[in-house]
Structure formats: structure tokens, C-alpha cells
């Protein structure tokens, strides 16, 4: 097979039923990450985080992977938005992205794992979103750390950091639970076929 | 290759099955065109690209010092550490005017250097010698400031005492080992003594170049005590030439400040000279130099006995009664000068010294550790110590 | 809520628990802004710079030209202990706490400065 472009041939980028979900929801997820980042901040790196009620919707929704990408193209656009790309702003959230999704990941299967020995032992919004939101803030937190403040002063600024992490993710999960069974009655998802296997075990 | 598993990529609209094996995605199968997904696309464009600019970025962002906006450097010149502090400059002057202030103590080292092999040690043979050695105007410069700065001392600053120096063994890397000169030796140099009237210096005509010539054998210059200050202050000319506006030059623990740091002044600890710590801490203000002469710089200890290097001309000893003296005044040369004379006139001889010399600004600590200052000199001070020490504030 | 959200949770509880006992027990050295300095910046007669904190006591021996040298790190601070050198005016700076306060060992060529988030001195006269 002949790999080399030639003259004539064109790329189409024909956007999948999959691509506008994500799109649709990263979009959404954008305009509260933007919105949010309006608001005054009492401690830096501390703010409540309602965008990742968005990324928790699409990973119940969707599964795994589209939450990867609403997350990731949330941070990439919001920062481009904000006009903080590639600053220390869009480093911290990038990695607090990137941990948080790490852990949901990890998270995911054990839920699966657990829900074959008891049906019970799945874990809910409200455990993923306390997952995601602690993971998040220790992964900012580091990220700080190793880059940007090399100082071990910054410890003592974890123990808070983290208790709003987990107060914000407590609620966060609160909403996403609250929001479930009204989306899971919109029939488009229908349509995602891959991502059907992914969602098992993890109705709320 | 992978002929079968690529056919569904050609469907118009189709969904490629990719999640399994990404790798098929890139390879274009069908002449007129195929079908990529936004985000495929994205992948394929974008991140490549973010990665590289974030390593990028992360490794830029490593380096970060402990106050960003001050340029430090610290190298060894003059015979010491030499410690540059240059606020507001970009990595760029910064650099350039390090270097300038390293090429100007060097050179300068290189010249007055009191007994290694060179221009200083060359003069001093050929005025022992009774010759008149022609100088270059800088020369001429530095010897009759050296001259004046002397004469307004009481000769208390005395720079012609290189002789003396050298007999105590001062004139060596190391401090010396053995014992002290033998009194007759030390009788015979003050029999002797040559002082800076001792030394005529003579303008030439053209004003380019000058003169130099002794009326005592027993003259040789040795510029401690002075040239440090002279030094820092030919530096810091420098950096304000370069556009430097706000910097510390400190050489060995002397130093002139110039500007601020920033919204701040600069602030110095003065060290104690008594034991540990920080005696006091100031702020400068605008251009100016704060210069100690410590008992404890250079010192030798022969049979308990504690020999330091500040010689008394009077004596042909070290100077008795003063653990050290600092004094704040514009320029280096003179700030350097007076602490040396200073120290050298004790704590009963300071103040008419001081008054000589035009300085306002001292602090001089006896050998019971008793703080004696200037009430322009109190008024600066933020003393450290724990508890406050006695502080005896007398008027000029 | 499920089990494992419960479960979750409480393991949330005992992880804050954890970290305020780790970092917010009475030694409090190093807060941001309390003007104590953190770290040690040390030059070696062979070129070599680091940084140690300093709230981790501990002896240094180093080597220069001379022999060695011993630097002390204890309760925040940093002094010579010892030196080869005849001049002994590393050992007179005493400790060094403050950020900016500097000492070094010229015949041994070893320095010490502290660095601190606050600067309590730019520059040290003696």
C-alpha cells in the first residue's frame, strides 16, 4: 500500500455522533470552568471544582474515555480562554486533570472488580467524586511542588487544601447523583455503541 | 499490511473500530479520501506539539531562585569573596555586569597586590631604590587620594607602613605562624617611620601621567585598608555606567549599596564582632558604603597571645582596645579608610579621628564588648541581639 | 450511596486526619512568611552547589584543599563546626538563620549561604 500522499487525495474530517457528544459537554464543562474561575479564590488552588460534575456526568454516561477527553480539552480550552496556557496555571490544572483521571480510571475497574463479588460494593457518584476531587487537589498540589515551590513549607498548606478538595467533591458527587437518572433518560446515548459495555456496573 | 481490519475505515461516515488498535489510523488506505474523526485529528496534530511545549516549559521553570528578582553572584576576587547583588536587571545585564565587576577587581588586584610579584612591588623596589618612577594618571589618582585620606587621619591610615606590615608577616596568603618581631626590630622601623608626607607625588604638564618619589627608604606602600574600598567603588562606577541602578557590591564583607531593592531598601546585617550572630541590621540609603575593620579578619596567636593585623604606626603594634569599627559613608575608599584609622585611634581617639575625616556615621565596639556610636549612627540601627546590649550614644 | 461510597468516604476522613497530624502538629517551622529560613545553599572546594534544609539536623563533612570541614544543621539553622583552616572566621559567623546570612571557609573553599522565602538580609557586613 502506497503511505505517501499524493496530489488529489484530501482528508475529510467527518465529525461522529461521538465527536458533537464530546464537544456539546466539553463545551459545557468550558463555560463553568470560565465562569468559575470568575470567582474570588481565598487560598490559591482553592476553588470548587463544578466542572469536574461535568466530567463525572460523562464518565457515567459515557465511560472512561470520553471523560478523558472532556477533561483534558476543558483544561486545554479553558486556558486558552483565560489566556493562561502553558503557565504555571495550566500546569497545575493539566496535572490535577491528568491525576484525577488516573484515579478514576484505576477507580472504575476496582468498582467493576467489586460489583462482581456484591452488587453493593459498586462505587457511586459520591465516591468517584471524592476520588477524582482529592486526586485532583494532590496532583495540583505536587505538580506545585516539584515545579514551582520547592518548599516544604508548602506542606502545611496541604491538610486545608486537601479538606476542601473532599468538601467540594463531597458535593460535587452530590450533584452528579442528582443529575444522573434525569440525563439517563435522554435517549441520543443510545447511539454510542462502544461505550455501552463500558458503563456497567457503574449505575449509581 | 492489516489489509482486512483497514476496509471499514473506508466507509463514508463509518466509525472507525480504532479503540483497538489505534495504530491503523495512520495509514491513509483510500486515494480520494478517508473519513478522521475530529479528535483523531487532534491527536495526531496537537499533541505532539503540547507535550514538546510543556517539557519545554517545565524545564525553563525549574531554576528558580530563592528571591527571583535579585541577580546574585558570588566569585572569588580581591583575595576574597566578592558578593554581587543586582536588583531589576534582566538575565542578560545581570551577566554583563557581573562580569564587569570581576574584570574591574581583577585588574585592580592585579596592580596594588601588597607582595606578590607586580606593578606595587615594582614601585616600592624603585622608590626604596631613591628613584623618581614615572606613573600613569589612574596611579597618580589612587596614590594622592591615598595620600590625603592618610594626612586627614593623623596618619592613624597609614599606607606607608608596608614595611611594618611585612615584618609582623601580615604580607602572606596565610596568617604567620611564629612569633612576633623582635622589639628591636620593631624600634628600629619606628626610628624610621615613613608616612605618607614621605611620599611626593608630581602632576606631569600634559596631565596624562604624573610622578612618584619617596624622601624615606624605609617607604613601602601597602594599600590594605584602603584599596578594598577603592576598589568597590571603580565596580560600582561601573555598574551605574552599564545602567545598573540598584546593586550591592560586597567584597569580603565590605560593601557599597546603591539604590534599593526595589519597594524596599536594601538591608545589612552587621555581623558581632563579640561571637555569633548579627549584631545590628540597616537599610541603606541611596549610594553608600558600610565598611568594619574586625580584630578577627587576620590573626595569629603565638604563646596565648592574640596578634592581629591592624598595626598601630604609633606602636609598630596591633592596635589595642577595639574588637572592631564600622562606618557608613558615601564612598568606599573613604568609608574603608576611616574604619581602618578608626580602629587604629580606639575608643578614646575615635571621635576627634572621626571629626577629621568628615565621618558621621560610626560604630565602634570595645574589647569589654561595649557598643559606643554616633547618635547619626544610633538613629539607623536596629539591634538584634538578645538582650539589647549596652549602647553608648556620644555626640562627635 | 453505595458500600464502597461509604467506605470512600471514611477513608477520605482518615486520610485528612492523617495529613493534619502530619503537617500540622506543633512544628511549624517553615511556614511560608514566618521569616525563618528553609534550606542551606553549600559550595564545595570542587564546584559542586547544593541545597539541604534545614530542619533536618544533621553533620556535614566536607572536603577542600585543607582537609575537611564540618558544618552543623540543627534546629534551623547552620554553623561550622570545624574547620582546617588558621583564620577559624567560618566558625566565628556562628549559626545562620536568617535568609541572605552568609558564611564561608575562603582557605578551604566552602561556603554556606541560607536562602530563605524572605530575604531578612541582602547582603552581610563584618
Known amino acids: ?39 474570588p479564590s481565598p487560598l490559591p488552588g482553592a476553588k470548587p471544582g463544578l466542572a469536574n460534575v461535568v466530567t463525572l456526568a460523562v464518565l457515567f454516561l459515557y465511560g472512561w474515555r470520553a471523560a478523558v477527553w472532556v477533561s483534558l480539552l476543558r483544561v486545554l480550552v479553558g486556558s486558552l480562554l483565560l489566556g493562561t496556557f502553558l503557565t504555571p496555571a495550566f500546569a497545575l490544572s493539566l496535572s490535577g486533570a491528568l491525576a484525577s483521571l488516573a484515579v478514576l480510571g484505576a477507580a472504575l475497574a476496582l468498582s467493576r472488580g467489586l460489583a462482581r463479588l456484591s452488587p453493593g460494593l459498586h462505587l457511586g457518584p459520591v ?78 | 499490511m492489516n489489509m482486512p481490519s483497514q476496509q471499514n475505515k473506508g466507509r463514508p461516515g463509518g466509525r472507525a473500530r480504532r479503540r483497538r488498535n489505534p495504530q491503523l489510523s495512520f495509514r491513509p488506505s483510500f486515494p480520494v479520501s478517508f473519513p478522521v474523526s475530529f479528535r483523531q485529528a487532534l491527536w495526531r496534530a496537537f499533541l505532539p506539539a503540547l507535550l514538546a511545549a510543556l517539557l519545554l516549559s517545565a524545564c525553563g521553570q525549574r531554576q528558580a531562585p530563592a528571591d527571583p528578582q535579585v541577580y546574585q553572584s558570588r566569585f572569588l576576587a580581591l583575595g576574597t569573596l566578592v558578593d554581587v547583588n543586582l536588583w531589576g536587571v534582566d538575565e542578560d545585564l545581570g551577566a554583563r555586569a557581573v562580569r564587569v565587576v570581576e574584570e574591574e577587581l581583577d585588574r585592580f588586584h592585579r596592580q596594588w597586590h601588597a607582595w606578590r610579584p607586580g606593578p606595587l612591588a615594582e614601585l616600592n623596589r624603585r622608590l626604596a631604590a631613591g628613584e623618581t618612577v614615572p606613573v600613569s594618571s589612574e596611579r597618580l589618582a589612587l596614590l594622592r587620594r591615598a595620600r590625603d585620606l592618610s594626612l586627614r587621619s593623623g596618619g592613624l591610615f597609614d599606607p606607608a607602613i608596608g614595611g611594618l606590615v611585612r615584618l609582623w608577616g601580615f604580607h602572606n596568603d596565610d596568617p604567620p605562624n611564629g612569633p612576633p618581631p623582635p622589639a628591636a626590630a620593631i624600634r628600629d622601623f619606628l626610628a624610621r617611620r615613613p608616612t605618607m608626607e614621605d611620599l611626593v607625588l608630581e602632576a606631569a604638564p600634559d596631565g596624562a601621567s604624573g610622578r612618584v618619589r619617596s624622601t624615606n627608604p624605609a617607604l613601602q606602600l601597602d594599600l590594605g585598608g584602603f584599596a578594598k574600598g577603592y576598589a568597590v567603588d571603580r565596580a560600582v562606577e561601573r555598574l551605574l555606567a552599564l545602567g545598573v541602578r540598584n546593586a550591592i557590591v560586597n567584597a569580603g564583607g565590605d560593601l557599597r549599596a546603591v539604590g534599593s531593592h526595589g519597594d524596599r531598601p536594601w538591608r545589612i546585617g552587621i555581623r558581632d564582632p563579640r561571637g555569633p550572630g548579627i549584631i545590628a541590621a540597616l537599610e541603606t540609603r541611596g549610594d553608600e558604603s558600610v565598611f568594619t575593620s574586625g580584630n578577627y579578619e587576620r590573626f595569629f596567636e603565638y604563646q596565648g597571645v592574640r596578634y592581629h593585623h591592624i598595626l598601630d604606626p604609633r606602636t609598630g603594634h596591633p592596635a589595642a582596645g ?30 576627634q579621628v572621626a571629626r577629621q575625616m568628615g565621618i558621621e556615621q560610626v560604630m565602634l565596639i570595645d574589647e569589654d564588648g561595649r557598643i559606643h556610636v554616633t547618635p547619626s549612627m544610633n538613629q539607623r540601627l536596629i539591634f538584634q541581639s538578645e538582650p539589647l546590649p549596652e549602647v553608648i550614644e556620644t555626640p562627635l | 450511596m453505595t458500600r464502597a461510597d461509604y467506605g470512600v468516604a471514611a477513608a477520605t476522613l482518615l486520610l485528612l486526619v492523617l495529613l493534619y497530624t502530619l503537617f500540622w502538629s506543633e512544628s511549624r517551622a517553615g511556614f511560608p512568611g514566618d521569616g525563618r529560613a528553609e534550606a542551606a545553599r553549600i559550595a564545595t572546594a570542587d564546584g559542586r552547589e547544593f541545597t539541604l534544609p534545614l530542619d533536618h539536623d544533621q553533620i556535614l563533612e566536607l572536603a577542600g584543599p585543607l582537609g575537611t570541614t564540618v558544618l552543623e544543621i540543627r534546629d534551623g539553622a547552620v554553623r561550622f563546626l570545624s574547620s582546617p583552616c588558621r583564620g577559624k572566621l567560618c566558625i566565628h559567623a556562628g549559626w545562620l538563620r536568617h535568609g541572605g546570612e552568609f558564611a564561608a571557609c575562603l582557605p578551604n573553599r566552602i561556603s554556606v549561604a541560607v536562602v530563605g522565602p524572605r530575604t531578612l538580609y541582602d547582603s552581610i557586613n563584618f
Open chain 2, 322 to 351: 577595639t574588637l572592631s569599627v564600622t562606618v557608613i559613608h558615601r564612598d568606599a575608599a573613604t568609608a574603608d579608610a576611616a574604619a581602618t584609622a578608626l580602629f587604629v585611634a580606639g575608643p578614646q581617639g575615635w571621635r
Open chain 1, 1 to 39: 500500500m502506497n503511505r505517501t500522499p499524493q496530489s488529489g487525495r484530501t482528508l475529510t474530517l467527518t465529525p461522529t455522533r461521538e465527536d458533537l457528544r464530546i464537544a456539546w459537554l466539553t463545551a459545557l464543562a468550558i463555560a463553568i470552568h470560565v465562569a468559575e474561575s470568575a470567582l
Open chain 1, 127 to 204: 465516591g468517584m467524586a471524592l476520588l477524582a476531587a482529592l486526586a485532583h487537589m494532590g496532583g495540583q498540589f505536587l505538580c506545585a511542588y516539584a515545579f514551582f515551590i520547592p518548599h516544604q513549607g508548602l506542606f502545611t498548606l496541604l491538610p486545608p487544601l486537601m479538606t476542601l478538595a473532599a468538601f467540594f467533591g463531597f458535593a460535587s458527587g452530590l450533584v452528579v447523583a442528582a443529575m444522573l437518572p434525569h440525563l439517563e433518560s435522554q435517549p441520543p446515548r443510545a447511539a454510542a455503541a462502544p461505550e455501552v459495555q463500558d458503563r456497567e456496573g457503574l449505575r449509581p
